[in-house]
C-alpha cells in the first residue's frame, strides 16, 4: 500500500491536500479503522471499490463519491487491488463550491452526483481522461477548482474565522469564546456553521481536539500522558470517555495493536 501527498500552492485556501492511495495484491485483503480528520473529502476510485463500515452498515462505492463529516471513526476495507485520487477539502470549501447543504451528508460517503450533480459533471471527466498520470490529473483538477465560482459572503467569512480560531488553538476553547467572531447569536452560529461545515460548533471542536491528540501521539512528539493533560482533559477517565467514542474501542486495546495506515495519514 503507497499513499502519496501532491501540493495544494495555488488552491491552498480550497484544498486541505490531494492524496493518491494505491492497494497491492499484496495488501489484500486491507482493512482498517479512519479516524476523521475535520474535513470533507472527493475521491475518485478506479479499478476496485472500497467498503465503508458505519455503526454496522455497510457501503461498497467506486467511481466519484464524496465523504461528509464523521463525528467518529469507521471501518475502512478494500478487498481487490487498485487505486483512488482524493481531494481534502478546507471544513467550508464543499459548501462554497456547491452552496449546499453539507450536514446533509453527515456521517456518509455517498456518489458525487447524489449530491451535487453539477460538480460531479463538472470533475468526473476530469478524473476519468488522466487517471494514468496522476501528476497531470491533479494539475488539471487545480485549474478546474480555480475557475469555479466561490464568491464568500459574510456568513461564509465569519465561519471561516470562527474556523481559524479553532485551529489556532488546537481545539482547546468553547463555543463561547466562537461568539467574539461572529456578528449573530450562539443559536445562529449553530445553525450557519452545522450548514456549511457539517458538524456543529461543539462537535467540531470536540473532535478537532481529540485528532490534534493522536495526530501528535502518532508522531511520537510527547508522551501520551503528558497529551492528555495538555488538551485539557481533566483525567485518564475523561480521556478515555472521549477515546472510546471517536474510535470505538478502549485506549488499552488500541496502543498494545499496530496501526499502520493510521499512522501514515495522520502522521503529516
Request: hydrophobic letters at 35%.
Amino acid at each position: 500500500m503507497t499513499l502519496e501527498y501532491y501540493d495544494v500552492d495555488d488552491v491552498g485556501s480550497l484544498v486541505e491536500e490531494f492524496f493518491h492511495l494505491s492497494f497491492y495484491e499484496d495488501d489484500i485483503p486491507f482493512e482498517s479503522t479512519i479516524l476523521p480528520i475535520c474535513s470533507t473529502t472527493i475521491i475518485f476510485i478506479y479499478n476496485n471499490s472500497h467498503r465503508f463500515t458505519y455503526k454496522k452498515k455497510k457501503t461498497e462505492l467506486n467511481g466519484l463519491i464524496v465523504s461528509g463529516q464523521f463525528y467518529d471513526s469507521y471501518q475502512f476495507s478494500v478487498n481487490n487491488k487498485g487505486y483512488s485520487l482524493g481531494i481534502s477539502l478546507h471544513p467550508t470549501s464543499l459548501y462554497k463550491l456547491t452552496k449546499l447543504n453539507v450536514s446533509k451528508i453527515k456521517n456518509k460517503h455517498i456518489p458525487l452526483i447524489e449530491f451535487s450533480n453539477e460538480l460531479h459533471h463538472l470533475l468526473y471527466p476530469i478524473f476519468q481522461a488522466h487517471h494514468n498520470d496522476i501528476p497531470k490529473l491533479v494539475q488539471c483538477l487545480k485549474k478546474v477548482i480555480l475557475k469555479l465560482p466561490t464568491d464568500n459572503d459574510n456568513v461564509v467569512s465569519q465561519i471561516d474565522q470562527v474556523i481559524d480560531l479553532i485551529h489556532t488553538k488546537e481545539g482547546m476553547l468553547n463555543t463561547y469564546e466562537l461568539l467574539d467572531k461572529v456578528s449573530f447569536s450562539q443559536k445562529t452560529l449553530e445553525t450557519h456553521f452545522k450548514k456549511i461545515v457539517g458538524l456543529t460548533p461543539g462537535k467540531y471542536i470536540r473532535l478537532y481536539r481529540f485528532v490534534n491528540l493522536m495526530r501528535k501521539y502518532e508522531g511520537k512528539e510527547i508522551k501520551l500522558k503528558d497529551l492528555i493533560y495538555m488538551y485539557n482533559y481533566y483525567d485518564h477517565s475523561h480521556f478515555s470517555k472521549d477515546f472510546k467514542h471517536f474510535m470505538k474501542q478502549s485506549p488499552k486495546h488500541y496502543f498494545k495493536s499496530e496501526h499502520p495506515f493510521l499512522n501514515k495519514y495522520l502522521n503529516r
